[in-house]
């Protein structure tokens, strides 16, 4: 019995009968023969999948089930070597969506890996190329963009000259989700990449990374797969690099991801393009359909990281000092401390370097910035009238707020309403003017500055006045500080205001936004709400505690709002700051520099809806 194929996501009832139906299946079944746990790790530590079944039927205890669920690296070997054709790994993972669905709070752990799948799938990372007529495109994956940028545009470029209307697509298979057993997550995700591309006419995805081939080949639905080893097997001339007789006679062995290991044709194709470099193959024990997990699969580093060390260390060992070709840049990162491993790609393009372990790792922060380099350089040089970012979630099929979540959120606005009550009934409001505030923070001396910006950040969250925060920011510190501590802190505020609104309201509004037209504007607002945040920040006339929770409630990216306040709250905090600043010379009859400045901005910020006003007249008057 396999792993469900369909993209459709259960309800918890079905996902719980599938598990039952499983587990019935394997205790029924298994003839407790010992060949899958001879084998695993896994096993090794916790029993046959017999004893497991009977454990997990007879033993209602959460904890063992998550345990078992999250220590199984899913690598298919036990389904490989059963003599009864049963398939644990679908086991573990139907195991592993029932504990997501009976105790979501353990997907905590996976924190990491859950981001860098957000990060995959977001706005800023993705980018699909569509060049007219593209019915193929190459999908490269996440970990070799991060990795080899250089390699996944030369590999593009190369494949383009045989397919002038090949596309490129940059994003996430959602692997992580699918592994974790986060199953509708997963099914919101790559359904809609999936849908995204067929609706662009897509008919074939060309694959780098083994776990997106496994993904597409599984659920792409009427998506064909083929992985770009098989499409270099048949051009050898597509990736041109150093000839054969340049190639030292080296002997290489290969580690194929467990993933492929029934990849036939992929695993195949890897060892017909190294042979076409002249290089000997020497098999390990265990291969090909056979092979081992490099310890990284099933995200169990995160949940049993010793069982995870014990199947890297054990592949380490079967490799015998010889140096380890694979073709899954995630294998190649987690083997690459215990072994001389490299990438299939390495060694076609630069095969001293790649074999004599002289290619640097790099740096987990490094291959962000790679995955964004390559896809600036994919807007710039693919002519692609289809091309676009990933949206964003429909609104509508993100999963509600739990019971205890909406208890926290309201807990939280009863607290933020109370306080703001009681702050106003206190009649703390009337000491809220710069001469009294002035001796309060004064006397803090060299925590002064420290002082006042905490006051001025906590201001907007509770709807405190922040005129008279500015006017004493001059008064306290000059012109130069007091411009540096208040926009400081008036940032920080309409932050942390803004974050309030999101947490709290956002969900709620999203749910409310099915319309198409509802929707197209929060999209468009994601896109462009900075011009918004822009004009209503330098005109210092809009209510400025109300307008930052208002903003959280839209789509805007939050770091688009915060960094598009800062520079244009700016102008206004100059202005008001050099006003207050030069009030004491004022009072004496004196005329300085920075009140005319003040003066001036002043003046300028109030005429900017007018001039605004006339220059949009003009432009639509235009012909």
Same mark, same amino acid.
């Given at each position: 019995?396999?792993?469900?194929?369909?993209?459709?996501?259960?309800?918890?009832?079905?996902?719980?009968?599938?598990?039952?139906?499983?587990?019935?299946?394997?205790?029924?079944?298994?003839?407790?023969?010992?060949?899958?746990?001879?084998?695993?790790?896994?096993?090794?530590?916790?029993?046959?999948?017999?004893q497991l079944a009977r454990q997990l039927q007879q033993d209602e205890e959460p904890a063992l089930a998550a345990t078992l669920a999250?220590?199984?690296?899913?690598?298919?070997?036990?389904?490989?070597?059963?003599?009864?054709?049963?398939?644990?790994?679908?086991?573990?993972?139907?195991?592993?969506?029932?504990?997501?669905?009976?105790?979501?709070?353990?997907?905590?752990?996976?924190?990491?890996?859950?981001?860098?799948?957000?990060?995959?799938?977001?706005?800023?990372?993705?980018?699909?190329?569509?060049?007219?007529?593209?019915?193929?495109?190459?999908?490269?994956?996440?970990?070799?963009?991060?990795?080899?940028?250089?390699?996944?545009?030369?590999?593009?470029?190369?494949?383009?000259?045989?397919?002038?209307?090949?596309? !490129?697509? !940059?994003?996430?298979?959602?692997?992580?989700?699918?592994?974790?057993?986060?199953?509708?997550? $997963?099914?919101?995700?790559?359904?809609?990449?999936?849908?995204?591309? !067929?609706?662009?006419?897509?008919?074939?995805?060309?694959?780098?990374?083994?776990?997106?081939?496994?993904?597409?080949?599984?659920?792409?639905?009427?998506?064909?797969?083929?992985?770009?080893?098989?499409?270099?097997?048949?051009?050898?001339?597509?990736?041109?690099?150093?000839?054969?007789?340049?190639?030292?006679?080296?002997?290489?062995?290969?580690?194929?991801?467990?993933?492929?290991?029934?990849?036939?044709?992929?695993?195949?194709?890897? *060892?017909?393009?190294?042979?076409?470099?002249?290089?000997?193959?020497?098999?390990?024990?265990?291969?090909?359909?056979?092979?081992?997990?490099?310890?990284?699969?099933?995200?169990?580093?995160?949940?049993?990281?010793?069982?995870? @060390?014990?199947?890297?260390?054990?592949?380490?060992?079967?490799?015998?000092?010889?140096?380890?070709?694979?073709?899954?840049?995630?294998?190649?990162?987690?083997?690459?401390?215990?072994?001389?491993?490299?990438?299939?790609?390495?060694?076609?393009?630069?095969?001293?370097?790649?074999?004599?372990?002289?290619?640097?790792?790099?740096?987990?922060?490094?291959?962000?910035?790679?995955?964004?380099?390559?896809?600036?350089?994919?807007?710039?040089?693919?002519?692609?009238?289809?091309?676009?970012?990933?949206?964003?979630?429909?609104?509508?099929?993100?999963?509600?707020?739990?019971?205890?979540?909406?208890?926290?959120?309201?807990? %939280?606005l009863a607290l933020l309403i109370g306080t703001i009550v009681a702050l106003r009934a206190s009649g703390l409001l009337d000491q $809220?003017?710069?001469?009294?505030?002035?001796?309060?923070?004064?006397?803090?001396?060299?925590?002064?500055?420290?002082?006042?910006?905490?006051?001025?950040?906590?201001?907007?969250?509770? $709807?405190?006045?922040?005129?008279?925060?500015?006017?004493?920011?001059?008064? @306290?510190?000059?012109?130069?500080?007091? %411009?540096?501590?208040?926009?400081?802190?008036?940032?920080?505020?309409?932050? @942390?205001?803004?974050?309030?609104?999101?947490?709290?309201?956002?969900?709620?509004?999203?749910?409310?936004?099915?319309?198409?037209?509802?929707?197209?504007?929060?999209?468009?607002?994601? *896109?462009?709400?900075?011009?918004?945040?822009?004009?209503?920040?330098?005109?210092?006339?809009?209510?400025?505690?109300?307008?930052?929770?208002?903003?959280?409630?839209?789509?805007?990216?939050?770091?688009?709002?915060?960094?598009?306040?800062?520079?244009?709250?700016?102008?206004?905090?100059?202005?008001?700051?050099?006003?207050?600043?030069?009030?004491?010379?004022?009072?004496?009859?004196?005329?300085?520099?920075?009140? !005319?400045?003040?003066?001036?901005?002043?003046?300028?910020?109030? @005429?900017?809806?007018?001039?605004?006003?006339?220059?949009?007249?003009?432009?639509?008057?235009?012909?």
């Amino acid at each position: 019995m396999g792993c469900p194929q369909s993209l459709t996501w259960s309800d918890p009832t079905q996902t719980r009968q599938d598990l039952d139906h499983l587990l019935d299946h394997v205790t029924s079944g298994c003839s407790e023969c010992g060949a899958c746990v001879r084998n695993c790790a896994f096993l090794q530590h916790y029993g046959n999948p017999a004893q497991l079944a009977r454990q997990l039927q007879q033993d209602e205890e959460p904890a063992l089930a998550a345990t078992l669920a999250f220590s199984c690296s899913l690598c298919g070997l036990c389904d490989t070597l059963c003599p009864e054709r049963l398939s644990l790994s679908a086991l573990f993972l139907q195991l592993r969506r029932v504990v997501v669905i009976d105790q979501p709070q353990i997907l905590r752990r996976f924190r990491g890996l859950r981001s860098y799948e957000n990060l995959g799938t977001s706005k800023r990372f993705t980018w699909h190329a569509l060049p007219d007529g593209c019915q193929t495109v190459f999908f490269p994956g996440c970990a070799l963009a991060g990795n080899r940028p250089a390699t996944v545009w030369q590999l593009y470029q190369q494949l383009r000259r045989q397919q002038p209307t090949l596309g !490129l697509v !940059l994003d996430c298979c959602t692997k992580p989700s699918h592994d974790l057993g986060d199953q509708q997550r $997963f099914h919101q995700r790559f359904g809609q990449l999936r849908d995204l591309l !067929l609706a662009g006419g897509v008919t074939t995805v060309l694959t780098a990374c083994p776990n997106c081939y496994e993904v597409f080949r599984r659920y792409g639905n009427r998506l064909q797969c083929h992985s770009v080893y098989e499409e270099l097997a048949r051009q050898p001339a597509l990736l041109p690099g150093p000839p054969a007789t340049a190639t030292p006679a080296r002997t290489v062995t290969i580690h194929d991801p467990c993933v492929n290991r029934q990849a036939l044709p992929v695993q195949q194709a890897v *060892r017909q393009l190294l042979q076409q470099r002249g290089l000997k193959i020497e098999e390990m024990r265990n291969s090909g359909r056979t092979t081992l997990c490099c310890g990284e699969g099933g995200c169990v580093m995160a949940s049993a990281p010793q069982l995870a @060390l014990k199947w890297r260390d054990r592949r380490a060992e079967q490799a015998q000092g010889r140096p380890l070709v694979t073709y899954c840049a995630g294998c190649m990162e987690f083997l690459r401390p215990v072994s001389n491993c490299c990438h299939v790609l390495d060694v076609l393009l630069q095969p001293a370097a790649a074999l004599d372990g002289n290619l640097k790792p790099v740096p987990s922060l490094l291959r962000y910035k790679n995955r964004l380099s390559l896809k600036r350089r994919a807007r710039q040089q693919i002519q692609a009238p289809h091309a676009q970012e990933r949206p964003m979630s429909d609104p509508a099929a993100r999963p509600a707020a739990t019971g205890r979540q909406k208890l926290v959120r309201l807990a %939280v606005l009863a607290l933020l309403i109370g306080t703001i009550v009681a702050l106003r009934a206190s009649g703390l409001l009337d000491q $809220f003017d710069p001469q009294q505030l002035r001796h309060s923070i004064a006397g803090y001396g060299l925590w002064a500055p420290l002082i006042f910006m905490l006051l001025y950040s906590l201001a907007p969250v509770f $709807f405190l006045p922040g005129l008279p925060l500015t006017l004493l920011g001059g008064i @306290l510190f000059g012109p130069i500080w007091g %411009v540096v501590y208040t926009l400081s802190g008036a940032t920080a505020g309409a932050s @942390l205001a803004f974050l309030v609104a999101r947490y709290l309201g956002r969900d709620w509004i999203a749910t409310k936004l099915t319309g198409e037209r509802w929707q197209k504007l929060d999209a468009d607002v994601a *896109r462009q709400g900075w011009k918004m945040v822009a004009f209503t920040r330098l005109i210092p006339l809009f209510p400025f505690n109300l307008l930052n929770y208002a903003f959280g409630l839209t789509n805007i990216r939050f770091s688009h709002y915060v960094l598009t306040s800062a520079i244009c709250m700016a102008p206004a905090t100059v202005a008001y700051i050099a006003l207050s600043s030069s009030l004491t010379d004022l009072l004496r009859g004196t005329l300085t520099t920075e009140l !005319l400045v003040g003066l001036v901005l002043l003046v300028l910020l109030a @005429l900017l809806p007018l001039g605004w006003k006339k220059w949009q007249a003009r432009r639509q008057s235009r012909p």
